[in-house]
């Protein structure tokens, strides 16, 4: 089942939500909203779960229009941030839930339970309460829940956001390995850039209600196309900065007094972003003196933060450096986004 | 942000509207059909707002012609309003006025009718807080076995029916009452006046428990690491109390004493019962105006009184807003009861003594009457009631009994679904729902005589529609009436619960393949579960003690309940100086009421919100 939304928008009251989504997910995909809190990727999951209406645009599953289709009629999954486990029924009950209205095609809705617990490791947990599970359990006990009926679509909404760490990457893990053993075209939501980037085949990056770019997670990483995107994915050291004349295959940026050399045709006030494991103390290019003002250790390395003229620079180095210290990064390594 | 959207078509008025009418068919189609709001308001308009509203017709016309005279009459009367009436005949006397107060030498000023019911609530209120806050205190402070039961029992009094209370009062406190009989072992006697001592007793009697729920709940609320921040920053332990419990409980406090003077301003039966004309509250003459027939002066003056309620009613709704109700991580842990004395338990063992003479004194020497005739042990009094079954009074204890339960169980099955559809309808935010919340729960803040009245004049005398004569009594009238009374309660056990139900999990149950109702039935019906079986139960037990909509549309003994029965043994001159059979009846009553409480709490039912 491939999705589609068309122009779509959305508005409470005097706040608008969504400004015009427009973006394809593909039959099998797992496809990520990523974006900070209040962007709107909540509201376009309730969207095209039919728990919003939408007030313009379309929703689309294999080409059908389904607006005015309520969410009981559209073969959809939804796993909420926190957990929304029905307290009154057993575990069992509630994964059972969705097939009272939608029975297996064959086999017993038993067995059918029994294999969903069994698929996302709960065997045996059957009659507890919820109220009894811990929070990961409550979580593999919602996803076992969305994908009884066997929906066409999985949307999941920041569903790893209530757990710690440790556990949080665990179940990414696992959400990836059902999703592709099942091949459930989903729609995953969080503002965890690093979650987004983990598991997505491909993402959208949203701001304010409407989409900044849309890629697989290597691409937009690499290649972001606004500055929202490009701090907001990862970190960034975005430089603002003044295009000036070209070099052979190439342009030179001057960020106050200082030049450096990037690659692409570039003209007028342009923002440069270096990554911060893309600075080096040994680069043989674009290289500038700063001030150390804090060294974070964190394990593999450390993240060094700079005073560079009061602008702050953060590079990820081997080493922690004291005083004033080179450092450059190589004119390939530089994204020059124009402003 | 700067780009301009394009209407595709249809313009955002007509976008906004198609949201709103998918959104409100979403929550009328939750109860499986608008159907029940419907029924609801149609029976509020048969048996509330039509009967009522042809009585307040009444304060608004003259001579058949729209007018405020009426009112404008009863206002400037002093009678009714004593000093104000004249301030306001003649405004521009009031200067002149208050020179001649102060030249008389600052005499009593005359407050009239409202200024003394005002007087009577005040003491009523002071009583309710005098008794319910220390009890208050030792509920929340103590843990002892048994304190989740008196817990639970705080709110019984709260639906107990007014003329057993006046019978319970009348046989602990009167001239020959329980009270006496200890204090004569001693060789003390007193004489408690009939009036106002008494009612004012008997007021506290009903609010103070009132006061210690408002109170107790807002204390389980204050979060104990307040307490304890407070006391690492280095406040005493009473500067802790002072600085952090006491501003969270003094909102819930306030409207708790609030709600209670709105109570005692309203009070009717039991002011009726054990003061008598003398001691004429607006309710009262209000019931003496309109037996003498006097309806537009009973009308103007129950307008009045509405009023004031209301301003009352809407200030405490606002109070009860302000009230913090969020559930906390730890309240503070309480400690045991029993140990050694200090100030805090010998309070609690002297309020243990003052709450015995005041809640179990009088349902005790009531069930002690019926039990005796004469000094000595006899069940003469019941043997009475049996007489009066096989005979052909028209007051028979086993039909008034077995009606009692019917018309409860008919009221029950009408006040759940009534409860539950405004609950859910009124239920959210809102500037309407607000308002339609408020105008569907006026059933509690309308004077039980008015609406008596109205009964009275809109349904049994009838309505002449279409050249029909239309006239609505007996079993189901007042099963109607019954269920009016109670489905605010419902409405009010069920919305905070209502309100706590997540909304995914009413969308996860959507998304699973459940329509609307489906989807209410599955989920969230079974989460507000308690409310509604609470409700019932506040449902059940209203409509085993109403009286004043029962004695009007009861048209013969065949459709008597309890406390119709119980009232025509106290009047019943054959059965002589005795109180028995009416202490039988309202022992009887008594057990009735109780017992649907004990069902309820097995049933695992929960009173505070």
């Known amino acids: 089942m491939s999705l589609e939304l068309a122009g779509v928008e959305r508005a409470y009251g005097d706040a608008t939500a969504l400004r015009g989504i427009d973006l394809t997910v593909r039959d099998g995909e797992f496809f990520t909203l990523v974006g900070p809190s209040g962007c709107g990727k909540t509201t376009t999951l309730r969207c095209i779960a039919g728990l919003e209406t939408p007030d313009a645009g379309a929703v689309r ?157 290597e691409a937009v990483y690499e290649n972001p196309e606004t500055r929202f995107v490009a701090a907001f994915l990862g970190e960034n050291n975005c430089l603002d900065g003044r295009a000036v004349g070209g070099e052979t295959r190439g342009s030179t940026v001057r960020v106050g007094d200082t030049s450096f050399a990037v690659t692409g045709e570039h003209r007028g006030a342009v923002t440069c972003c270096v990554r911060p494991e893309s600075l080096d103390v040994n680069a043989t290019h674009n290289r500038f003196e700063a001030d150390v003002a804090d060294a974070e250790f964190l394990g593999d390395g450390y993240r060094v933060h700079f005073d560079w003229n009061g602008r702050p620079i953060i590079a990820r180095l081997d080493d922690a450096p004291t005083g004033r210290v080179t450092i450059g990064f190589d004119p390939d390594e530089a994204v020059v986004l124009e402003r | 942000m700067g780009r301009t959207v394009v209407p595709t078509g249809r313009t955002a008025l007509s976008r906004r509207l198609d949201g709103v009418r998918a959104r409100a068919a979403g929550v009328a189609d939750a109860i499986g059909a608008r159907g029940a709001f419907l029924v609801t308001c149609c029976v509020l308009l048969v048996v509330f707002y039509y009967p009522v509203g042809t009585v307040l017709v009444a304060a608004f016309t003259h001579g058949g012609d729209p007018s405020l005279a009426p009112l404008w009459t009863t206002l400037t009367d002093p009678f009714y309003f004593g000093a104000l009436a004249g301030a306001l005949a003649d405004p521009a006397g009031i200067p002149g006025a208050i020179v001649g107060w102060i030249d008389a030498g600052f005499p009593a000023v005359r407050t009239g009718l409202f200024g003394f019911t005002a007087f009577l609530a005040l003491l009523g ?34 639906v107990l029916p007014a003329i057993m209370v006046a019978v319970g009062f009348t046989t602990m406190f009167g001239t020959n009452g329980a009270l006496n009989d200890l204090l004569g072992l001693v060789g003390f006697h007193v004489e408690v006046a009939f009036g106002l001592p008494i009612v004012v007793a008997a007021l506290t009697f009903y609010n103070a428990p009132l006061v210690t729920r408002f109170v107790v709940a807002a204390a389980e609320t204050v979060d104990v690491r307040a307490v304890e921040t407070a006391r690492t920053l280095g406040a005493p332990r009473w500067r802790a109390v002072v600085d952090v419990v006491v501003p969270q409980v003094l909102p819930s406090f306030l409207a708790g004493v609030l709600l209670v003077f709105v109570f005692d301003f309203m009070a009717f039966p039991i002011v009726l019962a054990l003061g008598g004309l003398r001691l004429a509250t607006v309710e009262v003459w209000i019931y003496s105006l309109a037996s003498d027939l006097r309806i537009p002066e009973a009308a103007s003056l129950a307008v009045l009184e509405a009023a004031i309620t209301l301003a009352l009613t809407y200030v405490y709704l606002r109070a009860e807003r302000r009230g913090g109700r969020d559930t906390v991580a730890a309240s503070i842990p309480r400690v045991p009861l029993l140990g050694p004395p200090s100030a805090g338990r010998l309070l609690a063992l002297a309020y243990a003594c003052i709450a015995l003479v005041l809640y179990v004194g009088p349902l005790a020497s009531m069930v002690a009457e019926s039990l005796t005739r004469g000094g000595s042990l006899s069940a003469a009094n019941y043997a009475f009631l049996l007489a009066q079954q096989l005979g052909s009074g028209s007051a028979r204890p086993t039909v008034a009994v077995s009606n009692s339960l019917l018309f409860a169980v008919g009221a029950v099955a009408l006040a759940v679904p009534m409860g539950v559809s405004v609950a859910v309808v009124t239920g959210g935010e809102g500037r309407l729902r607000r308002l339609s919340g408020a105008l569907l729960m006026a059933p509690l803040a309308v004077s039980g005589v008015v609406t008596g009245i109205g009964l009275l004049r809109g349904l049994v005398f009838g309505v002449d529609l279409f050249g029909y004569h239309l006239a609505v009594t007996g079993p189901v009238a007042i099963v109607a009436a019954h269920a009016v009374g109670g489905y605010p309660f419902v409405v009010r056990n069920v919305a905070p619960l209502l309100a706590r139900v997540e909304d995914d999990l009413v969308a996860a149950a959507r998304t699973l393949g459940a329509g609307p109702a489906q989807a209410f039935r599955d989920v969230t019906l079974p989460l507000v579960a308690p409310g509604v079986v609470a409700g019932a139960a506040f449902a059940f037990a209203i409509s085993v003690g109403e009286f004043n909509a029962t004695i009007v549309l009861a048209r013969d003994g065949a459709s008597y309940t309890m406390p119709i029965a119980l009232e025509r043994y106290l009047s019943n001159p054959s059965v002589g100086p005795y109180l028995g059979p009416a202490a039988a009846m309202g022992t009887v009553l008594l057990v009735v009421t109780a017992a649907s409480f004990v069902v309820v709490e097995r049933l695992g039912g929960r009173w505070e919100r």
């Open chain 1, 61 to 217: 599953f294999d080409g059908t229009d389904v607006s005015g289709v309520p969410p009981e009629e559209r073969d959809v999954g939804v796993v909420f941030q926190h957990y929304a486990l029905f307290p009154t029924m057993t575990v069992r009950e509630n994964v059972a839930y969705g097939l009272r209205f939608d029975p297996p095609a064959e086999g017993s809705v038993d067995d059918r339970v029994t294999e969903l617990l069994a698929l996302v490791d709960l065997k045996g947990m059957d009659e507890r309460d919820p109220d009894a599970l811990s929070g990961g359990q409550r979580q593999r006990v919602a996803l076992a829940r969305a994908l009884a009926p066997a929906p066409d679509v999985l949307l999941l909404d920041e569903p790893l956001s209530a757990l710690d760490a440790r556990l949080r990457d665990e179940l990414r893990l696992e959400l990836k390995r059902v999703q592709r053993e099942l091949g459930v075209t989903t729609v995953y939501v969080t503002h965890d850039q690093s979650e987004a980037l983990a598991v997505s085949d491909r993402l959208a990056v949203l701001n304010d209600g409407r989409v900044e770019q849309i890629g697989e997670p």
């Open chain 2, 125 to 158: 209120t002071a009583g309710a807080v005098a008794v319910g806050l220390p009890g208050a205190y030792v509920l929340a402070r103590y843990e002892f076995r048994g304190r989740e039961t008196i817990r639970s029992l705080t709110v019984v009094p709260f």
